[in-house]
């Protein structure tokens, strides 16, 4: 895209584009990362959305913030406690790095310690991606004793970290590997379904609360700079990306229900019942688009006929067949009846493909299965940890995934 790069000139490009594709009514929802523009962004395109009437819910679950970018923004402010050591380590690395006989000489310290692991090798990080900052952590402290050794040989290498600080690279290195883990998740080359969005979250948010009180200082002061910037951005975990944990046949309620009130005594039902309503309201829209009406309220009229008695043929037979053939005696919608049946066990259901799930049960739930397709098939993240480049291949069904240049943006539609 040519400049300007403006938020109403970006929003009308990418109006442009979804009416070329003819899927400006199929839009479900739009994955942005936290760049200065997209807010306003999304609010005009989303406006143009909303007066041909094509968003759910009048758009409410139209922007999904990018896990990854909200990720390395929390983790972002946790090292900038350790900031001085994370520096010399930086340094360090780059030092022996700048030439090959500085190379020769480290190697020969690595022999001369003896015991050290040299199957990693030294990485040296991207400063804006914190999770190549924690691989740098974990290899240079595997170097400790060579840096060392080079800084007793060396007399130009004045970078090599004191004692103390090697001791607050560790703590950070072992408070940091969860989060490596949930980022590599979040990341990969192969993008997750969204109902690995909650569970994640809700861990990240006990480690946090957990480590607030902890009698090391370092980690205590770690863990206070990233609470803050969690609450900033996921104080109230995403609606839309709850309910994908929901429609976890593993999961359901019962689980955001634990989640909640362990972390949010005083006020977890009225999270629950916020999500719960949000859902049925959600399903409700997913009925009446597929068929007009909800099929757990409708009422069925009776046959028109002529004086003949044969039915008229201005009767909808599609949806009278329709509505005798799912219409449960007890008047359940789909989704009472999913939420009242058991839950599938974790432990023989590990590896679960929850999509290929779903679509094992189109008959049983139409309409829900249709819903929980397309929710499940948001994305969490707009990247991939082994690239910056844009776009990505995704293993996700019927995808429109696209790159305004320097835009990264990720669109997942609704069929």
């Known amino acids: ?41 999304q609010c005009i395109l989303k406006e143009h959305l909303s007066l041909q009437n094509s968003l759910l819910c009048g758009g409410e679950f139209f922007h999904i913030r990018c896990c990854t970018h ?12 350790a900031s001085g050591a994370l520096n010399k380590i930086r340094e ?21 310690v003896g015991g050290i692991d040299t199957g ?3 990485q040296l990080d991207v400063s804006t991606r914190w999770n190549s900052t924690y691989v740098m952590l974990e290899s240079a402290i595997k170097y400790r004793r060579a840096f060392g050794s080079l800084s007793l040989f060396d007399k130009n290498f004045k970078s090599c970290p004191l004692n103390e600080e090697w001791m607050r690279a560790e703590k950070m290195k ?48 770690i863990a206070t700079r990233m609470k803050e910037n969690f609450d900033k951005y996921w104080s109230d975990y995403s609606v839309i990306l709850a309910i994908t944990a929901v429609l976890d046949p593993r999961m359901k309620l019962d ?3 634990f989640c909640y009130s362990k972390l949010h005594p005083i006020n977890w039902e009225q999270k629950l019942e916020n ?31 002529k004086g003949d008695g044969v039915p008229s043929k201005d009767v909808n037979w599609e949806w009278i067949n329709y509505v005798c053939e799912t219409e449960s005696p007890t008047g359940k919608s789909e989704l009472d009846k999913y939420l009242e049946e058991p839950k599938l066990k974790p432990k023989y259901h590990e590896n679960l493909d929850v999509l290929g799930h779903w679509r094992g049960h189109q008959n049983e739930f139409p309409s829900l299965s249709k819903m929980a397709c397309d929710i499940l098939s948001i994305l969490i993240t707009t990247v991939a940890s082994e690239s910056n480049a844009f776009p990505l291949p995704l293993p996700l069904p019927f995808p429109f995934h696209f790159c305004v240049k320097n835009m990264p943006l990720v669109l997942v539609h609704e069929f």
Request: hydrophobic share 40%; with cysteine.
């Open 92 to 112: 360090s690395i780059k030092y022996v790095k700048a030439s090959e006989a500085r190379m020769i000489s480290f190697n020969e310290c690595v022999t001369q």
């Open 120 to 122: 990693m090798g030294l």
């Open 70 to 81: 909200i990720l390395n923004l929390i983790v972002q402010e946790g090292l900038k406690v």
């Open 1 to 41: 895209m040519e400049p300007p790069h403006s938020e109403v000139e970006l929003a009308r490009k990418i109006f442009s584009f979804l009416k070329e594709w003819r899927i400006d009514r199929k839009i479900f929802s739009l994955t942005l990362d936290n760049a200065s523009a997209n807010d306003s962004m």
């Open 275 to 305: 999500v719960k309503t949000k859902l049925y309201t959600l399903f409700a829209q997913y009925e009446t688009r597929d068929f007009g009406a909800s099929s757990s309220s409708v009422v069925v009229p009776s046959l028109e006929t």
């Open 174 to 221: 072992d408070f940091l590997l969860p989060f490596n883990i949930i980022t590599n998740l979040f990341s990969g080359s192969s993008y997750p379904t969204s109902n690995m969005y909650f569970m994640q979250i809700w861990k990240i948010e006990c480690l946090l609360i957990d480590n607030l009180s902890v009698d090391d200082s370092v980690i205590q002061d």
């Open 255 to 257: 689980t955001l229900k």
